[in-house]
């Protein structure tokens, strides 16, 4: 490595951090990525895989614009990952199936035809022949063909492997404490382990993220918004696609588990799982397909998504703190995001024109519009 070659801290080593630390790596910035535990241990392994860009958008604008940008860079980015550190993040190309069960739902997802892009309209049928294990109740619904999923753990585990073999620096079990700003810049994190420094730093500490840049001044509300998830297993699959409806999805994974989620609850920071809850993710499930009621319960979890009041990411570098970039709020849609995030933060580190006007993701935003309202 020459003296001139540019170096990163990236605080926070979920999927996002990750994708960052693997873009800035292969662009020849040297990277150091801190976690406060292990890598990949919070939402992003809690996750389900969906790579809902249209399942999850429900207008059109910029939130959609960066979904289905991600979503285009996925399958490549997936050969990519599996090609640099040998694991596969085992990418699965079947759409979404996005059902409706009730009148109210039909019309609120046909209303969603007139922007959405590669979307069809199934009749009751065509969703019974398409995947004949969904309930008899269907009335109809969306079929979200470029929907396609990955699996979360094997997802962290492709991309710490790639990150080993393009020697970034990991720092597991090193809390980054606060940011060191030094004339005017943000400079370096202050960590358990002693003041790290870096041309650039990076924010991408999830649900956590506030904490840190709070004492300057900057207010990026963050709030943990917990899921609870439940795994199932039949004998044999009973689905090949996602199945989604108002209640819960069905995530087929290639081991034959299917994940069932998940709980949206405003908590703090507890994971805490509870029967109730699991219990009726399980009536749910087994309203849409029937043969998962007498399904084997494999495990359950928790995590905690990194919510923001208007859903939208923080992506971007705040003015008010220079030398930072901030790369955290992905909320429901981390594990979709990922690709666009990290090659997006690596277009700023390197001074390019980002593949998209980043104004909406603005990590000042919420203090613009109040000082906007004074
Ligand atoms: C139940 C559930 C289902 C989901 N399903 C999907 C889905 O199907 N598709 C999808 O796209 N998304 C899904 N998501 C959302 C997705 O998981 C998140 O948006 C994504 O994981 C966020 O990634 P992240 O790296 O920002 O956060 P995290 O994975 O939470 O990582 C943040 C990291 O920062 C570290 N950290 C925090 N503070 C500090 C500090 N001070 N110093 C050092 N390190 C720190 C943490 O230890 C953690 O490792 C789901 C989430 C949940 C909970």
Same mark, same amino acid.
């Given at each position: 490595?020459?003296?001139?070659?540019?170096?990163?801290?990236?605080?926070?080593?979920? !999927?996002?951090?990750?994708?960052?630390?693997?873009e800035?790596s292969?662009?020849g910035?040297r990277?150091a990525?801190?976690?406060?535990?292990?890598?990949?241990?919070?939402?992003?392994t809690?996750?389900a895989?969906?790579l809902g860009?249209?399942?999850?958008t429900?207008?059109?604008?910029?939130?959609?614009?960066?979904?289905?940008?991600?979503?285009?860079?996925?399958r490549?980015w997936?050969?990519?990952?599996l090609? !640099?550190g040998?694991i596969?993040p085992q990418?699965?190309?079947?759409?979404?199936?996005?059902?409706a069960?009730?009148?109210?739902d039909?019309?609120?997802?046909?209303?969603?035809?007139?922007?959405i892009?590669?979307?069809?309209w199934?009749?009751?049928?065509?969703?019974?022949v398409?995947?004949?294990? *969904?309930?008899?109740?269907?009335?109809g619904?969306?079929?979200?063909?470029?929907?396609?999923?990955?699996?979360?753990i094997?997802?962290?585990?492709?991309?710490t492997?790639?990150?080993?073999?393009?020697?970034?620096?990991?720092r597991?079990?090193?809390?980054?404490l606060?940011? !060191?700003?030094?004339?005017?810049?943000i400079?370096g994190?202050?960590?358990?382990?002693g003041e790290?420094?870096?041309?650039?730093?990076?924010?991408?500490?999830?649900?956590?993220g506030?904490?840190?840049?709070?004492?300057?001044?900057?207010?990026?509300p963050?709030?943990?918004?917990k899921?609870?998830?439940?795994?199932?297993?039949?004998?044999a699959?009973v689905?090949r696609?996602?199945v989604?409806?108002?209640?819960?999805?069905v995530?087929?994974?290639?081991?034959g588990t299917?994940?069932?989620g998940?709980?949206?609850e405003?908590?703090?920071?507890d994971?805490?799982?509870?029967?109730?809850?699991i219990?009726?993710?399980h009536?749910s499930?087994?309203?849409l397909?029937?043969?998962?009621?007498?399904?084997?319960?494999?495990?359950?979890?928790?995590?905690?998504?990194?919510?923001t009041?208007?859903?939208?990411?923080? !992506?971007?570098r705040?003015?008010a703190?220079?030398?930072l *970039?901030?790369?955290?709020?992905?909320?429901?849609?981390?594990i979709?995001?990922a690709?666009?995030t990290g090659r997006?933060?690596?277009?700023?580190?390197?001074?390019?024109?980002?593949d998209?006007?980043?104004?909406?993701?603005a990590?000042?935003?919420?203090r613009?519009?109040?000082?906007?309202?004074?």
């Amino acid at each position: 490595m020459n003296s001139s070659t540019k170096s990163a801290i990236i605080i926070g080593g979920g !999927i996002i951090g990750c994708s960052i630390a693997l873009e800035l790596s292969l662009a020849g910035i040297r990277c150091a990525l801190i976690d406060k535990g292990a890598l990949n241990q919070e939402a992003s392994t809690a996750a389900a895989g969906m790579l809902g860009a249209q399942v999850e958008t429900h207008h059109p604008g910029p939130f959609y614009q960066l979904c289905r940008l991600s979503q285009a860079l996925y399958r490549e980015w997936s050969i990519k990952l599996l090609t !640099i550190g040998g694991i596969s993040p085992q990418y699965i190309a079947e759409g979404i199936l996005r059902a409706a069960l009730t009148p109210e739902d039909e019309s609120e997802l046909q209303s969603r035809l007139s922007w959405i892009e590669d979307a069809e309209w199934f009749s009751a049928r065509e969703m019974r022949v398409r995947e004949q294990a *969904i309930t008899p109740d269907v009335l109809g619904g969306l079929y979200l063909r470029r929907d396609h999923q990955v699996h979360p753990i094997h997802l962290a585990q492709s991309l710490t492997a790639a990150l080993h073999k393009l020697d970034c620096e990991i720092r597991e079990w090193t809390p980054a404490l606060s940011l !060191i700003e030094r004339g005017g810049h943000i400079r370096g994190v202050r960590t358990t382990d002693g003041e790290l420094f870096a041309d650039h730093i990076i924010l991408s500490a999830g649900a956590w993220g506030s904490a840190l840049t709070e004492p300057f001044g900057l207010s990026l509300p963050l709030f943990p918004v917990k899921g609870q998830c439940i795994s199932l297993k039949t004998a044999a699959p009973v689905i090949r696609s996602t199945v989604f409806f108002k209640e819960c999805y069905v995530v087929p994974k290639e081991d034959g588990t299917m994940i069932v989620g998940a709980t949206q609850e405003e908590a703090g920071f507890d994971k805490r799982c509870h029967a109730s809850v699991i219990g009726s993710l399980h009536t749910s499930a087994s309203r849409l397909i029937p043969e998962l009621e007498h399904a084997e319960f494999v495990r359950t979890w928790a995590g905690l998504r990194p919510g923001t009041r208007d859903g939208l990411p923080y !992506i971007g570098r705040p003015a008010a703190l220079p030398g930072l *970039i901030t790369a955290t709020g992905h909320y429901r849609n981390g594990i979709l995001l990922a690709p666009a995030t990290g090659r997006l933060i690596k277009q700023l580190v390197l001074d390019e024109q980002p593949d998209m006007d980043l104004g909406a993701f603005a990590p000042d935003r919420v203090r613009s519009a109040a000082e906007h309202l004074m």
